[in-house]
């Protein structure tokens, strides 16, 4: 076998490979998630900073009479 026919013999071989490879079926797509409810409550993180800012402003309103 000529070094010819090896090359033209390998490239085929590869070219089938990767045919075979790309004809396997991939992973499935993800599941589609669940909509989010509308009008979340309002977060706990939100409160305390309302919380803090009132405190601050009756604080600086009492320093400031």
Same mark, same amino acid.
């Given at each position: &076998? ?14 089938? /490979?990767? @045919?075979?490879?790309? #004809?396997?079926? +991939? &992973?499935?797509?993800?599941? !589609?998630?669940?909509?989010?409810? !509308?009008?979340?409550?309002?977060? +706990? +993180?939100?409160? !305390? #900073? #309302?919380?803090? #800012? @009132? !405190?601050? +402003? /009756? $604080?600086?309103?009492? $320093?400031?009479?």
């Amino acid at each position: &076998m000529t070094i010819h026919n090896k090359k033209i013999s390998t490239l085929i071989l590869l070219f089938i /490979v990767g @045919l075979v490879c790309n #004809a396997q079926g +991939g &992973m499935p797509p993800a599941p !589609v998630p669940p909509p989010k409810p !509308v009008g979340l409550p309002i977060d +706990g +993180g939100v409160l !305390v #900073a #309302a919380f803090f #800012a @009132l !405190v601050y +402003g /009756v $604080k600086k309103s009492l $320093k400031t009479n």
